[in-house]
């Protein structure tokens, strides 16, 4: 795995012929659910069963609902590693330097009774 | 109505641990048996969600009936009728009512005068989290410092995510309880 995979997987995936059909569509799914869960309806789950069994979509939904969750919170706490990405230990000033712009959060697309204006 | 993904049925359940946090969610309420069996498809998930999920409602410090008025708060936020429709046997016992849950679960608990001011920190913090996390900051932290001690701002902050987190999922298999709610 590498950064610039992660990159692809996040920004410019359906272009990319480094990522499977199944990749993908566990990306979107991803996706989907941090910024309009309110749009996985039974044919993304469909989409999902063409690659994966039931134990693997179960698998993967908890996974990416318990990391939306700590992401979020975790963002509010101004919290960040504790190494540089060439495993220095670093203090959370620098530490601040190195991750504070990265990564780009989704945006939640939270229906317009949902969201709070001011944000 | 079929969910999108079914449970897994009683009978192709063997493993006697999963079958003992049946029962046991049977007892406690939140989360129904419906719960374990949907996570029984990965038995190692099943085992360990349950067992984060019942301590975050059953342990800790912070008031038991204030965290079952944040959890239902974030299923209606998170658009989930599984978690939403389920209620804590233990926080109904503590004498926590209907009426309580819709007036934490609504904009007006600001103004609502069964709430103390540390009630409205925590449920405001729910409230903004997923709607405005960056109000979440510093001066809001140091809020809620007055009203809680670092470990029950963890335990708060935690809770909200795991909850959410779990709803947002089981919001989009359009799952129902298993008593019908």
């Known amino acids: ?119 | 109505m079929r969910a999108r993904i079914e449970p897994v049925p009683d009978e192709a359940i063997e493993d006697e641990k999963l079958r003992a946090l049946i029962r046991r969610s049977e007892e406690a309420g939140v989360p129904d048996g419906r719960f374990v069996r949907l996570l029984a498809h990965v038995p190692g998930y099943a085992e360990a969600l349950h067992d984060a999920l019942d301590r975050s409602l059953c342990s800790g410090s912070v008031d038991g009936k204030l965290k079952e008025i944040v959890r239902v708060q974030l299923a209606r936020l998170a658009g989930d009728p599984y978690f939403g429709a389920l209620r804590s046997a233990p926080a109904r016992e503590q004498g926590l009512t209907e009426e309580l849950i819709e007036a934490g679960s609504d904009a007006g608990f600001e103004t609502d005068g069964r709430f103390t001011p540390a009630e409205k920190w925590a449920l405001r913090y729910a409230w903004l989290m997923y709607r405005a996390p960056k109000r979440v900051d510093k001066a809001f932290y140091d809020e809620g410092k007055r009203h809680y001690s670092e470990a029950e701002i963890m335990e708060l902050g935690a809770f909200i995510a795991f909850h959410y987190g779990m709803q947002l999922f089981f919001g989009t298999i359009d799952m129902s309880p298993e008593r019908g709610g």
């Open chain 1, 1 to 119: 795995m590498t950064e610039d995979l992660i990159d692809e997987g996040i920004e410019d995936r359906a272009a990319s012929p480094r990522l499977a059909p199944a990749e993908k569509a566990a990306l979107d799914y991803a996706e989907l659910m941090a910024t309009a869960p309110e749009k996985i309806d039974a044919a993304v789950y469909d989409g999902l069963a063409e690659h994966y069994t039931a134990a693997e979509i179960v698998e993967l939904g908890a996974f990416v609902g318990f990391n939306i969750g700590y992401h979020t919170f975790f963002g509010t706490l101004d919290f960040f590693p504790m190494f540089s990405p060439d495993g220095r230990l670093v203090d959370q000033d620098e530490a601040r330097r190195i991750y504070g712009d990265r990564p780009v959060s989704l945006q939640a697309a939270l229906p317009a009774d949902r969201a709070l204006a001011a944000e």
